[in-house]
């Protein structure tokens, strides 16, 4: 290709970029897959395996305890990444906010275009994680884990659907969309592996019956 115009290509480039960060769409995280992948179906049955199993105590249980949506980069918190993580064609604007976009909720289904009509779920929820041994951490790591984007903790879906799990385990609770159970049990379980918490016979028992299906 010529020089002069392998110039104006280039200049054509850098000039439609500046436009689309203009309008947003480079703002804030870069845009990827939605939970990261969790451990195969046989390491979360190996994990599982080594778990410990210990009745569920809640004493003293706040929220506040697990400082969570604090800042991962420039303007954006963790709530806002995760948008933008899982979301398509979301544009923020100068402060993270997403103003446009759509986002997929796989735990029933759902496409949703207002960010408003998604939360942001702690797969293990922070009152599970409390119950199961966070109630001894530091104030540290329980804002590590409210706010894990390294792990498959952290995942955008539909508000009344997380609201509805609530603190919920999987022996009361899995999504409603089957197809995406055995991806949430290997989840649940790499995550309380890697934080070493315990699990309650029952959330084993079930735990246990999902990822024999998997």
Same mark, same amino acid.
């Given at each position: 290709? @010529?020089?002069?115009?392998?110039?104006?290509?280039?200049?054509?480039?850098?000039?439609?970029?500046?436009?689309?960060?203009?309008?947003?769409?480079?703002?804030?995280?870069?845009?990827?897959?939605?939970?990261?992948?969790?451990?195969?179906?046989?390491?979360?049955?190996?994990?599982?395996?080594?778990?410990? %199993?210990?009745?569920? /105590?809640?004493?003293?249980?706040?929220?506040?305890?697990?400082?969570?949506?604090?800042?991962?980069?420039?303007?954006?918190?963790?709530?806002?990444?995760?948008?933008?993580?899982?979301?398509?064609? %979301?544009? !923020?604007?100068?402060?993270?906010?997403?103003?446009?976009?759509?986002?997929?909720?796989? *735990?029933?289904?759902? !496409?949703?275009?207002?960010?408003?009509?998604?939360?942001?779920?702690? #797969? %293990?929820? #922070?009152?599970?994680?409390?119950?199961?041994?966070?109630?001894?951490?530091?104030?540290?790591?329980?804002?590590?884990?409210?706010?894990?984007? !390294?792990?498959?903790? #952290?995942?955008?879906?539909?508000?009344?659907?997380?609201?509805?799990?609530?603190?919920?385990?999987?022996?009361?609770?899995? @999504?409603?969309?089957?197809?995406?159970?055995?991806?949430?049990?290997?989840?649940?379980?790499?995550?309380?592996?890697?934080?070493?918490?315990?699990? /309650?016979?029952?959330?084993?028992?079930?735990?246990?019956? *999902?990822?024999?299906?998997?």
């Amino acid at each position: 290709m @010529p020089k002069f115009y392998a110039r104006r290509r280039l200049g054509f480039l850098a000039a439609f970029t500046g436009l689309i960060a203009s309008a947003g769409l480079l703002n804030g995280p870069a845009a990827s897959a939605a939970l990261p992948t969790p451990v195969s179906a046989a390491t979360a049955r190996t994990y599982l395996a080594n778990l410990t %199993v210990a009745t569920e /105590d809640r004493t003293g249980y706040d929220r506040d305890l697990f400082p969570h949506w604090i800042t991962q980069s420039g303007t954006c918190n963790t709530r806002e990444t995760i948008l933008k993580r899982d979301g398509t064609n %979301v544009v !923020t604007d100068s402060s993270c906010a997403a103003t446009s976009g759509s986002w997929y909720s796989p *735990y029933d289904g759902a !496409t949703w275009s207002a960010s408003s009509d998604v939360d942001i779920d702690h #797969l %293990v929820p #922070l009152a599970e994680a409390w119950d199961s041994g966070a109630d001894s951490w530091t104030t540290s790591r329980r804002q590590s884990f409210a706010n894990d984007l !390294t792990r498959p903790q #952290l995942l955008a879906v539909t508000d009344n659907v997380n609201q509805s799990k609530g603190d919920q385990d999987p022996a009361t609770w899995m @999504p409603s969309r089957s197809a995406y159970r055995c991806t949430y049990v290997r989840a649940w379980v790499q995550v309380k592996y890697y934080y070493g918490l315990s699990v /309650d016979s029952a959330e084993k028992s079930a735990l246990q019956g *999902y990822l024999a299906n998997c």
